[in-house]
């Protein structure tokens, strides 16, 4: 069956400029997750959707960064007047939620940013 | 909040070698435990999960993982490495609720000798 997919796989902006990354995840999936990781780092967790639920962004780094789930399927992850910092790979995960407690993550291929 | 705690940032084996990679949690209550794969470029790929049915877990590729409670850990292990083998490899918990119940390990590269 069809996996996590984001888009586009990889990006390259200039310092200053907006991105929006796109992820649709696995049907049926009512948890999805944002990761960050930088070069030879681990995971950075940025944001959780969860059903109709507000979502949890306790780990979103400063305003510039926000999300949006789309019918509770797409999700877009902004990046705002985006920094040399903000240069990372980008990781989408869904997962069944509720009551499916040992459910793993299936993660997408990630979206590589790089900021020049 | 729990963490999770993979020794060594990097290990490196020689091909046919045992590979034993160390995982700890801190939860006092067992948490739902995972085993990621990353392969350069790729996004993360479950190797195994333990979901309390067996203590001794079975996952892709030849790497298993024993649960021990008393130890709170959950260690990968394969018993020959290949080449193929070679990538990062993290440890993830899960102990409900929202996004604060999964925590992932900092990972541990693992890095073939031939």
């Known amino acids: 069956g069809a996996g996590v997919s984001q888009s586009p796989s990889n990006k390259v902006t200039e310092k200053g400029k907006d991105v929006e990354l796109r992820c649709d995840p696995i049907?049926?999936?009512?948890?999805l997750y944002w990761y960050r990781q930088s070069l030879g780092q681990g995971l950075e967790f940025l944001i959780y959707?969860?059903?109709?639920?507000?979502?949890?962004k306790s780990g979103l780094p400063s305003d510039r960064f926000s999300a949006e789930r789309t019918g509770g399927s797409v999700s877009t992850l902004t990046i705002q007047r985006t920094q040399q910092e903000d240069s990372a790979v980008y990781l989408c995960?869904?997962?069944?939620?509720?009551?499916?407690?040992?459910?793993?993550?299936?993660f997408g291929n990630g979206t590589r940013l790089t900021v020049t | 909040a729990q963490s999770v705690t993979q020794l060594g940032s990097h290990v490196s084996v020689s091909e046919g070698a045992l590979v034993l990679l160390r995982c700890n949690y801190s939860s006092s209550v067992p948490p739902y435990l995972f085993w990621y794969v990353q392969y350069p470029n790729q996004g993360l790929q479950l190797l195994l999960k333990y979901t309390s049915a067996a203590t001794l877990v079975k996952g892709i590729n030849g790497f298993e993982a024993e649960f021990k409670k008393s130890e709170t850990s959950f260690h990968l292990t394969k018993p020959s490495a290949h080449m193929s083998d070679a990538a990062e490899y993290f440890c993830a918990a899960y102990s409900g609720g929202g996004a604060d119940g999964l925590t992932f390990g900092k990972g541990t590269h693992l890095i073939i000798q031939p």
């Open positions: 959707f969860q059903g109709n639920s507000a979502p949890d």
């Open positions: 049907s049926g999936h009512t948890a």
């Open positions: 995960a869904s997962r069944r939620a509720g009551r499916y407690y040992n459910s793993p993550l299936h």
